[in-house]
C-alpha cells in the first residue's frame, strides 16, 4: 500500500511540475514586455 502511494505521489507531483512548468513558459511567452521594462516604466 505504501509503494502505491509512492508511486501516485511521483506521478502527480511530476505532472504538477510539467503542468506547472508548460504554463509558466506559455504565459512568458506570451508577453509583450519583460516584467523588468513593465516595472520601470510605472
Known amino acids: 500500500m505504501t509503494e502505491k502511494l ?3 505521489t511521483s506521478k502527480f507531483l511530476a505532472l504538477f511540475a510539467l503542468t506547472y512548468v508548460s504554463a509558466l513558459s506559455i504565459f512568458l511567452w ?3 514586455e519583460a516584467p523588468e521594462e513593465l516595472l520601470q516604466k510605472k
Open 6 to 8: 509512492a508511486v501516485y
Open 30 to 32: 506570451h508577453q509583450p
